[in-house]
Every structure is written in structure tokens, then in C-alpha cells.
């Protein structure tokens, strides 16, 4: 099946700091989405983003599906910035669901 | 509009002991989807549907059981659980696989 990798695996910031969390994945894909799992455990979308870009306030996502990556910036982080950043794919064959990463755990720091 | 909801939120199961889980959504979704995630992993997909009355086995199926006898409702099923089935469950539902994918606040079960 399809392998998504993701990196940096922790990471801690300063609040006020930009970040870049990174998205590999090893077939070509027809849906990509960036989750947000909460303290709470909560999973929220963040982006759905098979290709292009997008811009939601402070997070913007990049899929360059040709050369099979996808990455999430972090603007002006905050502590509620604070949690894990999944990444899932959909192989671009056949009815398959989402396979998810192993996440990016972040922590920022006031 | 509730979205995903995930029925019991907490449960804690002796060992042998069977339970089913509920997913309801009110979005019209075809597709619905079971999965679960321990700790340090990302989430890992149990059974998925693929419309009413359908299912299919996804990468960790075994010891589970799931129905998809209403469009709005994907039921998942223990039948005699298993320390190893201590985890988190989600539920999501899209309308088609490589659509936006909505998950429901998870299931934490603990089998002692």
C-alpha cells in the first residue's frame, strides 16, 4: 500500500515562530487532507488539498503532487498551535480510503 | 447539524466481554470508515463502507465485526474483546473516497 512519511516527527517552538511540517508520500494520490488533533484528542480539518495551495489565517498547505509531497506552514504560532498535525492520503487507484502518517507532535512554548 | 457523532464516548470492557460501537452522520455521506489510533501511531483503518449494506475489510480487520444496514448509521463490533483492542476509535464519513472525510470525536476503550 501507499506510505506516507512525515517530518519532522516533535518539534517545539517558541510562541511567535514559523514552522514547516513536511509530507511524503510514495504513489500518487486524489485526496490529501492535514489534520489538527487537539490535547482533547479531537482530529480537525485543517486542509483538503489533493494539489495546489491554500491559505486558511495563519496555516497555508502546499501539495506538489507530481513529486509527491504536501507541507503545512505554521505562521505566528501560538500555544493553541499545540498538539498533532496529521497528514492522510487516498491513492489515486482504486476505492481506497485515507492511509494516515505517523504525525508531527508540536508544542509551543509561551 | 451535528456532522459525525460517536456513540459511547468512554468504555472500559473485561476481557471476553462484547460491545458495539455507533457512528451516526447526517450529511449524506456514502462512504463511512472505522479506525483505530494507539499510542505514537497515526490512525490505522479498521472496515470501511462503501454505501449502504456494503463493507469491506481495511488494514488491521481482525477480531472486528461492522454493519451498514441504515445510509446514516456504521456500526462496529467486538465480539469478544482483547487487551489489544485497548484504543482510540474514529468514525468518519465522506461522500465519495476522494472527498473531504469528516471524523466524529472518538471512542476510547480500554479492555482490562
Known amino acids: 500500500g501507499i506510505q506516507v512519511e512525515q517530518s519532522p516527527p516533535d518539534l517545539i517552538l517558541q510562541e511567535g515562530a514559523n514552522s514547516t511540517l513536511r509530507c511524503n508520500f510514495s504513489?500518487?494520490?486524489?485526496?490529501l487532507q492535514w489534520f489538527h488533533q487537539n490535547p482533547w484528542g479531537q482530529l480537525i480539518n485543517l486542509f483538503y488539498i489533493p494539489s495546489g495551495t491554500k491559505q486558511n489565517g495563519r496555516l497555508s498547505a502546499t501539495t506538489v503532487a507530481t513529486e509527491r509531497y504536501s507541507l503545512l506552514y505554521i505562521s505566528s504560532s501560538q500555544t493553541t498551535d499545540s498538539g498533532v498535525y496529521f497528514c492522510a492520503v487516498g491513492r489515486n487507484s482504486g476505492n481506497t480510503p485515507l492511509v494516515f502518517g505517523k504525525g508531527t507532535r508540536l508544542s509551543v512554548i509561551a | 447539524n451535528a456532522g459525525v457523532t460517536q456513540t459511547p464516548k468512554f468504555r472500559v470492557l473485561k476481557t471476553g466481554q462484547s460491545m458495539t460501537l455507533l457512528c451516526a452522520q447526517d450529511?449524506?455521506?456514502?462512504?463511512m470508515y472505522w479506525y483505530r489510533q494507539d499510542p505514537g501511531m497515526g490512525l490505522r483503518l479498521i472496515h470501511y463502507s462503501v454505501g449502504e449494506g456494503t463493507t469491506a475489510k481495511g488494514e488491521v480487520p481482525d477480531g472486528y465485526n461492522v454493519s451498514r444496514l441504515k445510509k446514516q448509521n456504521f456500526l462496529l463490533g467486538l465480539e469478544s474483546a482483547a487487551p489489544s483492542q485497548t484504543s482510540v476509535y474514529f468514525c468518519a464519513s465522506s461522500y465519495e473516497v476522494d472527498t473531504e472525510a469528516f471524523f466524529g470525536q472518538g471512542t476510547r476503550l480500554t479492555v482490562v
Open positions: 450529511m449524506n455521506h456514502e462512504y
Open positions: 504513489d500518487s494520490v486524489n485526496n
